[in-house]
Each structure stands twice: as C-alpha cells, then as structure tokens.
C-alpha cells in the first residue's frame, strides 16, 4: 500500500503535548472548542500553542453546535485549517465559513455513511466515531469497523477508542484517509502522555509496513 494514513491528535491543551505530537509526526492537531469538554480550550490559549508549532502541521478547531459568534471567535485569533463539526449542525452551517470543513457522524447500526456523504457533499472528509447518548467524541469506545463502506465519495477519518494497541489493526482493517486519537494518547483527560503519542505513531506507520 503506498499510500499513507494521516494521523491526528486531538484535545490538545498544552504546548508541550503539541510539540510532542508534531514530533512523533502528527500530520494535525486538534482543538476543542466545546465548553462541556474536559478538554475545553479558549481560542487565546489555542493561538497562543499554535503560535510556537512548525509549519506544515493542520490546526484543526472542533465545536458541538456552536454560534456563529463562537466559531468567528476562533477563526479571529488564530489560523485554522479545518473546523470540525461534531454535533447536529447542517451542511449550510459547516460551508458558510469559507474554511474547508470534517464532519463528525457519531455511528450507529443503521447509519447510512454514503448518504451522509451526500448531505454534506461541500466537506472536505467525514470523521466516523462512536455513538455515546450522553457525549460528543472522546468516548474512548470504538464502534463496529464493519460499518465503513467500501467506496465513499468523500475521504474517511476514523476515530473512536483508538490507541497504540489497536490503530494498526483499524488502519489494515479500513484503510481510512486518517485516524484521530485523543483519549487513547492520555495519562488523564487533557493531558497528553508522550510516550503514547509516540507508540500510537509508530503503530500507525507500522501498518503500512
């Protein structure tokens, strides 16, 4: 397989972490812009980690149903490469902020990913994750790897109870653009353990080897 999966961190909340991540080859970091999250970040905190990271690394800003004013919040203080809609926001919503856009579906039995697909055709990549009633992602639980289709008309990211244990296997299993890790990465909620971040790279390139 010559092609490469793309890897990214998510729930970023302190400089050293990024720089841990960036250096064990993250392609992207992700940053959570959702108050009820134990891995909540303020845009201010976010610009001021961004500021100290590499280039060619994608700052990638998560929200669960925010405002307009919210997400512009962001936007204003740092550069971001992609937002992240992780709740029930529409297609109009998520294309409105001339930022190239992932939607995250939350994956039950019956979820249809090619219609998903084409409800939100302007996305840049569908971001597929466990379905918990009670939270939005950081569940630490997978989901049925069986559900991913075999064509999609937009590019797949997986995530949902990854870790360094079994991101090999759920790359060789389903071959997706991208795998996102945040809870499986942490020695407790928002902190990073950089010995995993490490292991979880060296898995994900392990299995393309």
């Known amino acids: 397989m010559s092609f490469r999966t793309r890897a990214k961190i998510c729930g970023i909340t302190r400089v050293e972490d990024a720089s841990a991540a960036v250096n064990a080859g993250a392609d992207a970091l992700g940053f959570v812009f959702y108050q009820a999250s134990s891995r909540y970040i303020q845009a201010h905190q976010a610009a001021k980690i961004t500021q100290q990271l590499a280039p060619f690394v994608s700052k990638v800003a998560l929200f669960v149903n925010p405002s307009r004013e919210e997400v512009d919040v962001v ?46 055709h302007s996305a840049a990549a569908l971001l597929l994750d466990a379905f918990d009633q009670a939270q939005f992602g950081g569940t630490g639980e997978t989901f049925d790897w069986a559900l991913l289709p075999e064509n999609c008309s937009l590019p797949l990211i997986l995530a949902g109870g990854l870790g360094p244990n079994n991101v090999c296997q759920a790359i060789q299993h389903t071959q997706p653009y991208a795998v996102d890790v945040s809870s499986g990465v942490e020695k407790s909620k928002g902190v990073k353990d950089h010995r995993l971040i490490k292991q979880f790279m060296q898995e994900v390139k392990r299995a393309h080897q």
Do not use: W
Not at 76 to 91: K, L, M, P, R
């Open 75 to 120: 936007l204003n203080a740092f550069s971001v490469d992609v937002i992240q809609f992780h709740g029930d926001e529409d297609e109009a919503f998520c294309q409105s902020f001339n930022t190239p856009y992932i939607k995250a579906i939350r994956m039950q039995q019956q979820t249809d990913i090619s219609q998903c697909a084409k409800t939100y």
